[in-house]
C-alpha cells in the first residue's frame, strides 16, 4: 500500500512539520512494515513558475517540424525586459501545440534541475536563445505524458486565481512524501488511507476524523433490482448516477494521488473508484447501467460457464466461482475483475455503483485459481470492513456528481446486511500476564475503545466487541496483541523465561545424536540435500516396480517440475553431492545424511480445518491419517580413496569394507549388533551386497553400488553405499542405554574353524554359534577363511575367535570347552558344520 503523506494529513491532524520518515517510525513501532519512504519530486529544484503566455509564433524547420518561439510572462520577479512588453517577459522555444495566448503553463527557469536530473540553462537552438522551458508532466515527474505541455486551470477549486510567477508545486502535487507499507493479512483494513491515518492518529495521540461517515441502512429495494443467491455475499449496495459528462477528464490532484499509489489514471468515472477505494479500502465497480440487462444476481457459477474480463481474456469458469450476473449471463468475477460486456466507455452517461462485500475465502480461492490478482481482490482476500460499503457508495456518487456532472438518483439499493462481529469475554489481567507488563485496566479500556471495540467492564471481564474493519479481532490474544502494538512492542521489556526444569533428551535423542557422532568419528561428513526426487532418480537406481520406494508423494506446487515428489531415498541426494564434488576435482569422499523420507500414505485428502478455533480431534486424526508415512533414514556414501597414498603405502581404496564398518559403528554406538546377511536390493552390486539387521529385524542394506548405477549417476568406480532406517536402529536400542556392565574376571579364549558348503554365508555360521554358545560369549570374531588344500571341494573352512566372560566368577576350562562345542553343535546342526582336525 503507497501511502501519500498529504492525503494521510487530510484525516489525521498530524504535526505541520512531520515528514515521511517520522511517520513511518511511528508506524513501525506500532507493528506496521514500511518498506521506504519515497520523497517524490525531491530531485526536482530550481526555480519554477506558473507562467502566462502572451505571445507565440509558428516557425516552420527543414525537417518538417514546427516549432514555436514563445513569449511568456513568469511573474515581476523572474521577467526579463522586453521591448514590446513593459511588464517584461522570458523567450523560450517550445515543440508543443496544446496552448494558446493566455494559457496558464508551467515554466522551468535557467538553475533549475528536473527529474532526473535535467538542468535547466539558456542555449541556444533553432536560431533563438530559448530562457527557460515550458514543462510537460513527464519532464516533473508527475506523470507518464508528453504528448503536450501542462496547461494549468486559472482559478483552482477553492477560488483561488493563479498568476504569473507563482509556485505551481503546491497545485500539480509536485512534491510528497509517500509510504510504501507491505500490509500484512492480518490487517487488511491498513490497505486503505483511512486505515492508515487511525493506526497513526492512535499512536501519536492525535485526532482522526473518518471518511466513512455513513451508518448502513436496512435492507431496501427501491433502485436496480439485486438478487443475493449466495451466502459468500452478505451486502450489495447499488447506486444509480445518471447523465455524466464522459468527456470531462479526471483532475489533475486525483490522478496524481492515484499515480502516487501506484495505479495509473484511466477515465473520470474509473478514477472515482479507485480513489475512493483507496481511501475507504472498499472496492468499488461502476457498470453501464445501459448495458445492463434485467436484475442483478449474485450466485456460483455453472460448470463450463465462461466470462470475458476486463482484461480481454476469456475465462472458463469453475463451480467455486462468485459470479455477479443479469439475464445475460455472467458480468462480472466478483471481487476480482469485472466483464467486458458492461464495461464503462467513452460513450457511457448513465452509471451503476456496486459496492458489495464478498467471503474473503471465496475470493481468495477464485483469483488464486485463475492467477487473477487484482487491487480488489488484494483487499477481499483479506476482509474487507462491510461496514463502510455504503458509504463508499455514496462518496463515489458524491464526486460523480460533482466532477462529472451527473445527477445521484433518490431510489437506492441495498440488498443483505453487515454481518454481526463476534464478541469475546477476556479477562482484565490477560494482557499483562501475557504480554509480561504490567497495564492497567483503564489503559487496556481506552486502547480498545480508541481501536473502535466496543467495551464493557463487568468485575475482573471485559466483554469485547470489534468494529467492522477489524476482521482479524477474533480471539482473546488478538486483543492481546492489538493492546501490545498500541503500547509499542519497543516498551516491552526482553525477558528470557526460566527453563523448565526436565530430564534433557530423550532417548531417542540421545541414540540418534550418539548415531551422528559415529558416523562423524569415522571420518564421515554430514551433508544436507532437498528432499525431493523424481521418478527418474529411482529408473536410475533400477527400483523394482513394485518395491516401495515407488510409493512417491507428489508436492502440489514443486520448486521444480524435474524434482516433483518427497524422497523415499537418501541415495540420489546424496549421488548428486558425490557428483558436484568429483565433478570439481575432489575425488576421495565419505558423506553421510540424516534426514526424513516420505512414502505415500492412504491416498485421503486431508480436511482443511477453520482457523476461527482449535481443530477436533477427529479432525486432527484425519489429518495425522492422510499424512504421508515419515521415517528417518541414513545413508552414506564412500568413494575414492579412503586412505590416500603416501611415503608408507599405496594407500587404501573405499568400498564396501567402511561401509560395512559404518554399519557395525552406528550399531555400536547404541549399544546392538548389527548382523549382516548377503542380498539382492538394487541400487547395490547383486553379489556385494548385504541386508542388515538388529534382533532379526531388517534395518537397512550397505555393500558396492552396481555398475549401472555408478554409470548412470557418473559416480567413481567401485563406489559403496549405505542406508538404514534410523528410528529403527534407535527402536531396538537398549531401553537403559549402551553402557553394559564390566566383569572383573578374566576373559577365556577359544579359536574354532569350522568346514562349511561354500554357499552358506559367513553371516548364517557365526549366527548359529552365537546361538549355541549362550550367555557367557563376550564376542566373536572373524578371523580366516580358507580353501583348497585339505578343504573339500565345494567348501570353505571358517575360523573364528570366541571369547567367553562370566560376570561373577573365572570360567574353568571345562565350562569353556563346553560351551565352544555347544556353539559349534548348533553350527552343525543348521548348516552342517564339521569340526576343522587338520
Known amino acids: 500500500m503507497r501511502a501519500p503523506l498529504s492525503w494521510l494529513a487530510e484525516y489525521v491532524d498530524l504535526p505541520q512539520a512531520m515528514n515521511g520518515r517520522e511517520l513511518s517510525e511511528v508506524l513501525i513501532r506500532a507493528g506496521l512494515e514500511v518498506e521506504t519512504v519515497d520523497e517524490v519530486g525531491a530531485d526536482v529544484s530550481g526555480p519554477i513558475v506558473v507562467g502566462q503566455i502572451l505571445a507565440f509564433v509558428d516557425e516552420p524547420q527543414k525537417n518538417g517540424k514546427v516549432i514555436r518561439w514563445v513569449q511568456v510572462d513568469v511573474g515581476p520577479n523572474h521577467n526579463q525586459p522586453h521591448e514590446a512588453y513593459p511588464a517584461g517577459c522570458r523567450s523560450v522555444i517550445c515543440g508543443a501545440h496544446n496552448f494558446a495566448v493566455g494559457d496558464l503553463v508551467v515554466v522551468s527557469l535557467p538553475g533549475a534541475v528536473l527529474a532526473g536530473g535535467f538542468e535547466i540553462a539558456a542555449r541556444k537552438t533553432y536560431g533563438h536563445v530559448s530562457d527557460g522551458m515550458i514543462c510537460a508532466e513527464d519532464e516533473l515527474g508527475i506523470g507518464n505524458d508528453h504528448s503536450g505541455i501542462i496547461v494549468l486551470p486559472k482559478v483552482l477549486d477553492d477560488g483561488t486565481a493563479l498568476k504569473p510567477g507563482d509556485d505551481p508545486a503546491e497545485v500539480l502535487v509536485l512534491r510528497d512524501d509517500v509510504l510504501d507499507i507491505d500490509v500484512s493479512p492480518d490487517i487488511g483494513y491498513c490497505l486503505s488511507i483511512r486505515g492508515l491515518a487511525r493506526e497513526a492518529a492512535q499512536n ?12 448502513t441502512p436496512a435492507a ?34 486525483m490522478a496524481r494521488r492515484l499515480v502516487m499509489s501506484g495505479m495509473r489514471s484511466i477515465s473520470l468515472a474509473v478514477d472515482i473508484t479507485n480513489y475512493v477505494m483507496l481511501e475507504t479500502g472498499q472496492p468499488l465497480h461502476a457498470y453501464d447501467a445501459s448495458r445492463l440487462s434485467g436484475p442483478i444476481v449474485v450466485r456460483k457459477a455453472r460448470a463450463g460457464e465462461k466470462l470475458v474480463t476486463l482484461d480481454d481474456q476469456t475465462r472458463v469458469l469453475d463451480a467455486a466461482d462468485l459470479l455477479i450476473t443479469d439475464d445475460t449471463g455472467a458480468i462480472g468475477l466478483a471481487g476480482v475483475m469485472g466483464g467486458q460486456t458492461t464495461e464503462l466507455g ?13 467471503d474473503s475465502a471465496t475470493i481468495s480461492r477464485t483469483l488464486r485459481r485463475h492467477n487473477l490478482p487484482s487491487e480488489a481482490s488484494k483487499r477481499f482476500h483479506r476482509g474487507v470492513d462491510a461496514g463502510a460499503a455504503y458509504s463508499a457508495a455514496h462518496l463515489a456518487a458524491k464526486l460523480l456528481v460533482e466532477l462529472a456532472g451527473g445527477t445521484l438518483a433518490a431510489a437506492e439499493t441495498v440488498a443483505g446486511r453487515v454481518p454481526d462481529s463476534p464478541s469475546q469475554v477476556i479477562s482484565v489481567d490477560l494482557p499483562s500476564q501475557i504480554l509480561g507488563v504490567e497495564v492497567a485496566t483503564d489503559r487496556v479500556v481506552e486502547i480498545l475503545t480508541v481501536s473502535g471495540c466496543q467495551v464493557r467492564v463487568a468485575g475482573t471481564e471485559l466483554t469485547l466487541t470489534p468494529p467492522s474493519w477489524r476482521l482479524d479481532l477474533r480471539d482473546p490474544y488478538d486483543y492481546v496483541e492489538e493492546v501490545g502494538r498500541k503500547i509499542g512492542f519497543d516498551k516491552i521489556p526482553s525477558i528470557v523465561p526460566p527453563a523448565p526444569v526436565g530430564s534433557g533428551l530423550t532417548r531417542e535423542q540421545r541414540a540418534r545424536r550418539a548415531v551422528g557422532r559415529a558416523a562423524a568419528a569415522a571420518g564421515f561428513v554430514e551433508v544436507l540435500t532437498f528432499p525431493f526426487a523424481s521418478a527418474e532418480d529411482l529408473d536410475k537406481m533400477g527400483v523394482p516396480a513394485q518395491d516401495s520406494r515407488r510409493s512417491l508423494v507428489r508436492l502440489a506446487n ?11 531415498s537418501i541415495l540420489p541426494g546424496l549421488f548428486a553431492a558425490i557428483g558436484r564434488n568429483t565433478s570439481r576435482g575432489n575425488d576421495d569422499l565419505a558423506l553421510y545424511e540424516t534426514g526424513s523420507v516420505f512414502f505415500a500414505g492412504s491416498g485421503k485428502s486431508a480436511p482443511i480445518p477453520g482457523v476461527a478455533h ?18 528417518r533414514h541414513l545413508a552414506a556414501v564412500v568413494a575414492g580413496k579412503w586412505r590416500r597414498p603416501g611415503w608408507d603405502g599405496t594407500g587404501e581404496s573405499a568400498g564396501w569394507r567402511q561401509a560395512f564398518a559404518l554399519a557395525d ?27 542388515l539387521s538388529v534382533n532379526g529385524i531388517a534395518i537397512g542394506f550397505a555393500g558396492e553400488l552396481h555398475p549401472a548405477v555408478i554409470a548412470e549417476f557418473g559416480l567413481p568406480e567401485r ?3 549405505l542406508e538404514i532406517d534410523l528410528d529403527l536402529l534407535v527402536v531396538t536400542a537398549p531401553v537403559n542405554g549402551s553402557i553394559l556392565p564390566v566383569s572383573g574376571h578374566p576373559v577365556a579364549k577359544e579359536d574354532v574353524a569350522v568346514v562349511v558348503p561354500e554357499a552358506v554365508d559367513v553371516a548364517q555360521v557365526q549366527a548359529a554359534l552365537v546361538a549355541g554358545a549362550g550367555e557367557l560369549l563376550e564376542s566373536i570374531a572373524l578371523f580366516d577363511v580358507f580353501t583348497g588344500g585339505q578343504v573339500p571341494a565345494g567348501h570353505k573352512s571358517l575360523a573364528f575367535a570366541l571369547r567367553f566372560r562370566a560376570a561373577d ?14 556353539a559349534v553343535a548348533v553350527a552343525g546342526q543348521r548348516w552342517g558344520a564339521v569340526l576343522r582336525s587338520f
Open 809 to 822: 566368577r573365572t570360567l574353568t576350562d571345562a565350562e569353556t570347552s563346553a560351551a565352544r562345542d555347544a
Open 614 to 631: 482449535r481443530p477436533t480431534e477427529q479432525e486432527l486424526a484425519e489429518i495425522a491419517s492422510a499424512m504421508p508415512v515419515q521415517p
Open 665 to 691: 559403528l552406528l550399531g555400536a554406538a547404541v549399544g546392538v549388533t548389527v548382523k549382516r546377511l548377503a542380498a539382492e536390493q538394487m541400487p547395490w552390486h547383486p553379489g556385494r551386497c548385504a541386508e
Open 220 to 253: 431496501k429495494s427501491d433502485g436496480y433490482p439485486v438478487e443475493l443467491a449466495d451466502p459468500a455475499c452478505p451486502l450489495f449496495v447499488a447506486l444509480s448516477v445518471t447523465g455524466i459528462d464522459p468527456s470531462r477528464p479526471t483532475p489533475r490532484w
Open 346 to 358: 467513452e460513450a457511457t452517461t448513465e452509471v451503476l455503483i456496486e459496492a458489495a462485500n464478498f
Open 558 to 568: 514443486p520448486l521444480a517440475e524435474t524434482q516433483p515428489h518427497l524422497r523415499t
Open 204 to 215: 501519536l495521540g492525535l485526532k482522526f476524523t473518518d471518511v466513512v461517515a455513513l451508518s
Open 719 to 721: 563406489a559403496a553405499a
